[in-house]
């Protein structure tokens, strides 16, 4: 497979150098019964890499995310085709909370925080899922703190009155107590300064690489979520139309022309370009 190449659905991008840890597989996602959302997407996740999930508001990127951790039956939807396989075993049939208990973890979009509890009481819910004792829990949040001494600062601040950058790292810092081998992260940036997204994205590739903490991150931001990136998988219509490693999107000239606003002939506005050449180039 090239490192860039158009997908109409079926088999996922494959990764070499390391073993699969999420793998998903031609899935498809209807809501109410008749709203098809998702169309046979394919991805993975390999261990210890950071994946990112791209496209426009509306694309299906959340959708894939809560078929991941199981949270589409609250919101009347379902996997109704294709398999969702975790360190190779099928979760699609289990619970939330059994998903959490195996270290697969959504960090939701929004920066949702119980907002009348403290910083410190918003992340010690995210441990209600350990058995291994105070101590241990202790310890965690010992780390968490030392990845976000903001949220040190602010520890016993009521997270309502946080800002939205400190309840960002509140709920990565929430996801991170439960020890999770994998991080699903939702619109990181959205409402963000870019100063405090970077930030934000620096840290996740420190607990990437310090702590082998995988991550697939949805994002509509597609130069920040590259950069920080291994791979990426870029949705349209609820279908992954490109996939590759994150350098070569990068250096795609059809994602610079629709994601980044560039092309060969400099910046461009998103009014002057024609919908039907992507789908023509892309499917």
Known sequence: MTNVEAKTGG????????????????IEVIYDHVILVLK???????????????????????????????????ERGEVTKGSIECMGERVDRLSPNELVRRGVIQVMEGRHCFEHLTVEENLLTGAYTRTDGRANVAASL?????????????RTSQAGYTSGGEQQMTAIGRALMANPTMILLDEPSMGLAPQLVEEIFEIVRDLNQKEGVSFLLAEQNTSIALKYSDYGYILENG????????????DNEDVKEFYLGLSSGGRRSFRDVKHYRRRKRWL
Request: hydrophobic share 40%.
């Open 142 to 154: 010992e780390k968490v703190y030392h990845y976000f001494p903001r949220l040190k600062e602010r």
């Open 40 to 74: 046979g997407v394919s991805l993975e996740v390999p261990e210890g890499g950071i994946v990112a999930l791209l496209g426009a508001n509306g694309a299906g990127k959340t959708t894939t995310l809560k078929a991941i951790s199981n949270l589409l039956h609250a």
């Open 11 to 26: 088999e996922a991008g494959v990764q070499t150098g390391a073993a699969s840890l999420l793998t998903i597989n031609n």
């Open 239 to 250: 279908r992954v139309v490109m996939d590759g490693e994150a350098a070569s999107l990068s």
